[in-house]
Nanobody
Framework: QLQASGGGLVQAGGSLRLSCAAS????????MGWIRQAPGKERELVAG???????HYADSVRGRFTISRDNAKPTVYLQMNSLQPEDTAVYYC????????????????WGQGTQVTVSS
């Protein structure tokens, strides 16, 4: 089971750090991703990281967001800087056997989301 946390309300230009904790299983061999969904918009993979630390970012967040993982905990993080109102969404974490499958929106595990709201 995956549980996302760390969301909240922040002003434009601010920062938040999301965490995704895995319970009941080890996910060290999985690619992990952060997916967001805003009202009326399609789901978007914003960042992914595979088991060897290779990362992928959506163009909309590259340079502002950083994904990382700590397999010892096990937890995946999303550091979000320079937040903008268009980043407002529910953020979910997910696990896939590979980064490629993550990009194809094929998830083995999917967690509860955390709301991120950016005010202008």
């Amino acid at each position: 089971q995956l549980q996302a946390s760390g969301g909240g309300l922040v002003q434009a230009g601010g920062s938040l750090r999301l965490s995704c904790a895995a319970s009941g299983r080890t996910l060290s061999s999985y690619a992990m991703g952060w997916i967001r969904q805003a009202p009326g918009k399609e789901r978007e993979l914003v960042a992914g990281i595979n088991d060897r630390g290779r990362t992928h970012y959506a163009d909309s967040v590259r340079g502002r967001f950083t994904i990382s993982r700590d397999n010892a905990k096990p937890t995946v993080y999303l550091q979000m800087n320079s937040l903008q109102p268009e980043d407002t969404a529910v953020y979910y974490c997910a696990a896939s056997p590979s980064l490629l499958l993550l990009l194809k929106a094929s998830y083995d595990f999917w967690g509860q989301g955390t709301q991120v709201t950016v005010s202008s």
